[in-house]
T-cell receptor
């Protein structure tokens, strides 16, 4: 039972345009959501997070949107740069949970 | 602050052998989680330790075990290695572990021949 789903295995975007990565979850007890970026053969790097009391969090080129009623979050990257090419994971946790639940990841490819 | 460190970075073993991987968390972090990543797969949760106690465990066979020391350093052991154990093993640390942001080490690449 996948509690966190990233339905797009890959996404290709032109450099300079907006990249939108999506994530859906099923557990209404989740209250903290994170996005990580991962290059091959390296550990994931934390990008941005959002708690369930907010619906938007912004950090530079990265913005995360949370729609609690739809159990959906998205990561927007504007403008997309070649260095953004990586696998992006979303993860979620609840108050009583000691672990992060991870999505399967979306491979983002930025085309020059 | 120094980041999460993992040793060794690369390891080659043969089937049937055992292996021990080490993880040193960020100073002050008490929670250490271990993950396995195989090609094309997401992060598969192995287990999480907090204050020397295993708090949570994923769906891996008993060949996979771990422990945490009083200084929060953690080790993961895999016994009777199988070809399918070839993967990138990642360690992550966080302050309290209760869904906090986890910070990852570079991983240990294990190849089982």
């Amino acid at each position: 039972d996948q509690q966190v789903k990233q339905n797009s295995p890959s996404l290709s975007v032109q450099e300079g345009r907006i990249s939108i990565l999506n994530c859906d979850y099923t557990n209404s007890m989740f209250d903290y959501f994170l996005w990580y970026k991962k290059y091959p053969a390296e550990g994931p790097t934390f990008l941005i997070s959002i708690s369930s009391i907010k619906d938007k969090n912004e950090d530079g080129r990265f913005t995360v949107f949370l729609n609690k009623s739809a159990k959906h979050l998205s990561l927007h990257i504007v403008p997309s740069q070649p260095g953004d090419s990586a696998v992006y994971f979303c993860a979620a946790s609840g108050v009583s949970n000691y672990q992060l639940i991870w999505g399967a990841g979306t491979k983002l490819i930025i085309k020059p | 602050k120094a980041g999460v460190t993992q040793t060794p970075r690369y390891l080659i073993k043969t089937r049937g052998q055992q292996v021990t991987l080490s993880c040193s968390p960020i100073s002050g972090h008490r929670s250490v989680s271990w993950y396995q990543q195989t090609p094309g797969q997401g992060l598969q949760f192995l287990f999480e330790y907090f204050s020397e106690t295993q708090r949570n465990k994923g769906n891996f066979p008993g060949r996979f075990s771990g422990r945490q020391f009083s200084n929060s350093r953690s080790e993961m052991n895999v016994s009777t290695l199988e070809l399918g154990d070839s993967a990138l093993y990642l360690c992550a640390s966080s302050g309290q572990g209760s869904g906090e942001t986890q910070y990852f080490g570079p991983g240990t690449r294990l190849l089982v021949l």
